[in-house]
C-alpha cells in the first residue's frame, strides 16, 4: 500500500500544498474553516509528515536538545522521561548531549553542536544549568533556551527553579522536632549550586551550624556516601541522624549502617534528597524530599517549545516548592548508633 502524501491531502482537501504545508507548521495565515477541512483531511486519509519535510517546509529541525552532566541515571531517566513524552505531542525529537562540568570551554562546545546539530531548542540540566556563559551564548546564536536549577539565573529567558533551600530547611526542623541533636550531613560536590543549597537550607533547620566532624563532603556518588559513612559511625559521639544531600549516597549509609549492626531507624535516622525511585528500593523506605522529575520536564519543555514557535518570546522564572516524603527510615532520637551493634 503506498503512503499518503501532502500532494494526496492537498488534492482531497481542495486546497494548495502550500497551505497544508502552513497547516502542518501551525501558521496563523490560514483560516479557521480552511485549517479545520485540511485536518479532517488529514485524519481520514491517515497523513503522517516526515520530519524532513516538516523540517524542509518549516525552516525548523524539529530537534530539541537535552544538555546533561549528571552520573544519576535514576535522576536523569525521570528528566529524559518527562521531555520525551511533551516532544511527541508535537512532533518533536530529542537529542541527548552530553557535556563535562569542568571542561573549561564548555559553552564554546554546545554554541558549536548547536550549529552543526541545528536543534531548534536546549533543556539545559544542572549542574551545567548553573554556568552562565551557555545562556549567553544562545541567546546570541537566537537560539532557544530554558534551564532547570536550585537558584534563579537571569541569562535565561525561562528558568524552573527547584526551591531546594526550602526543602532541606523543613526537614533539619523535622529532626530537630524529633529530639536529635547530633546531626551529620553528607553534602554535594562544593563547586555545584544545588549542593550549596541544600548545605545552607540544612544548617538553617538545624538551628545555623554543626561540628564539623558531623560534615562530610560527597560528590553525589555510592562509594563517597559509603566512605563518608564510615567515618561518621566510627566518631566517638556518631551521630543519631545523618542527611545526605542525595538518595544514592543515602543509600550508601544504609548498606554501611546495616553491615555495622546499626538499626536503621532504631539507632540512625536516615534521610535523602530527590525522591528517586531508590527510595523505595532500599530497606527501610527511605526518608527523602521530592523532586518532581517528570513533571519540571514537561514543563520547561512546553515552555521552551512556545518559544521555538514564537508563541511567547520568554516565560517568568518559576519556583517550584519541593516535598518531605516520610518514609520508614527517620524516627525520634535514640541512643548511641552503635549500641546493640554486632
Keep these: 500500500m503506498l503512503s499518503v502524501t501532502i500532494d494526496d491531502v492537498a488534492l482531497a482537501a481542495g486546497v494548495s500544498i502550500r ?6 507548521n501551525e501558521s496563523p495565515h490560514v483560516g479557521a474553516e480552511t485549517r ?4 479532517e483531511t488529514i485524519e481520514r486519509l491517515g497523513y503522517s509528515p516526515s520530519t524532513r519535510a516538516r523540517a524542509l517546509a518549516s525552516g525548523r529541525s524539529f530537534l530539541i536538545a537535552m544538555v546533561q552532566d549528571d552520573p544519576n541515571a535514576h ?10 513524552e511533551a516532544c511527541s505531542s508535537h512532533g518533536y525529537e530529542l537529542v541527548v548531549r552530553p557535556v563535562h562540568f569542568a571542561n573549561p570551554d564548555i559553552a564554546s562546545d554546545i554554541e558549536n553542536f548547536v550549529r552543526r546539530s541545528r536543534v531548534d531548542g536546549l533543556i539545559v540540566l544542572p549542574p551545567t544549568s548553573e554556568i552562565a556563559a551557555i545562556p549567553e551564548r544562545l541567546t546570541r546564536l537566537g537560539v532557544p533556551s530554558v534551564g532547570i536549577a536550585s537558584v534563579s539565573l537571569p541569562e535565561y529567558p525561562c528558568m524552573l527553579v527547584s526551591n531546594e533551600r526550602g526543602a532541606t530547611r523543613a526537614l533539619g526542623q523535622h529532626l530537630l522536632e524529633l529530639g536529635h541533636r547530633r546531626i551529620a550531613m553528607i553534602e554535594g560536590p562544593a563547586h555545584f549550586r544545588s549542593a550549596q543549597e541544600r548545605k545552607a537550607g540544612f544548617l538553617e533547620g538545624i538551628g545555623g551550624s554543626m561540628p564539623e566532624a558531623y560534615r562530610r563532603e560527597g560528590d553525589y556518588g555510592f562509594d563517597s556516601g559509603a566512605a563518608a559513612a564510615e567515618a561518621l559511625l566510627s566518631l566517638d559521639q556518631p551521630p543519631t541522624a545523618i542527611f545526605a544531600a542525595n538518595d544514592i549516597m543515602a543509600a550508601a549509609v544504609a548498606k554501611i549502617a546495616r553491615e555495622r549492626g546499626v538499626s536503621v531507624p532504631g539507632q540512625l535516622s536516615l534521610a535523602g534528597f530527590d ?11 527511605l526518608t527523602t524530599i ?6 519540571m520536564a514537561q514543563a520547561v519543555t512546553e515552555r521552551l517549545l512556545d518559544m521555538i514557535s514564537g508563541a511567547r518570546a520568554s516565560w517568568p ?7 518531605l516524603v516520610h518514609g520508614k527510615s527517620v524516627g525520634p532520637a535514640m541512643d548511641d548508633p552503635r549500641k546493640n551493634g554486632r
Excluded: F, Y
Aim: proline share 5%; aromatic share 0%.
Design 36 to 39: 479545520k477541512t485540511v485536518l
Design 317 to 323: 522564572h518559576e519556583r517550584i516548592d519541593l516535598t
Design 275 to 285: 525522591g528517586s525511585d531508590i527510595a523505595s528500593m532500599i530497606t527501610p523506605a
Design 19 to 24: 497551505t497544508v504545508s502552513r497547516v502542518l
Design 75 to 84: 535522576v536523569i531517566g525521570a528528566l529524559q522521561r518527562g521531555i520525551v
Design 290 to 295: 521530592r523532586r518532581p522529575l517528570v513533571d
